[in-house]
């Protein structure tokens, strides 16, 4: 798969999915990269949990199955997020000089008052 999920682009271990997948009758779906990327930043603003980007997946193929009517309010659906998002970091700023750094721990506050308003 050409995907920013690292751990989806390998072509062994997917015969545990199908299997998941056929006795539980669920369903499979494609997610883009960007809802990848969303689901990533919006569990980890919403629960304070940063995922790996490979089980962001889910939680984008979750978000877009509500948004189709395939899952719908009531029913009982699970995520597994196994890994943490620095196990396959991928930055979502293009030039680090965008990263506000301080001195010391003590002056982290501050900057990020001056950066973000926070």
């Known amino acids: 798969a050409d995907t920013i999920a ?6 062994f271990g997917t015969e545990h999915t199908v299997v ?15 809802e990848i990327l969303d689901a990533q ?3 980890a603003a919403k629960e304070g949990i940063f995922t790996e980007i490979s ?4 939680l ?15 029913d009982r ?17 293009k030039d680090i000089s965008s990263v506000p750094l301080a001195e010391s721990p003590e002056r982290i506050p501050e900057v990020l008052e001056a950066k973000y308003s926070v």
């Open 6 to 11: 690292g751990a989806l682009r390998v072509n």
């Open 60 to 74: 984008a193929a979750i978000s877009r199955s509500m948004k189709e009517g395939k899952i719908r309010k009531g």
């Open 77 to 93: 659906v699970l995520a597994i997020l196994t890994g943490s998002g620095f196990k396959d970091y991928h930055p979502s700023f």
């Open 55 to 58: 089980s962001a997946t889910a």
């Open 20 to 34: 998941a997948v056929k006795e539980s009758s669920g369903f499979g779906m494609s997610v883009t990269d960007e």
């Open 41 to 43: 930043r919006t569990i």
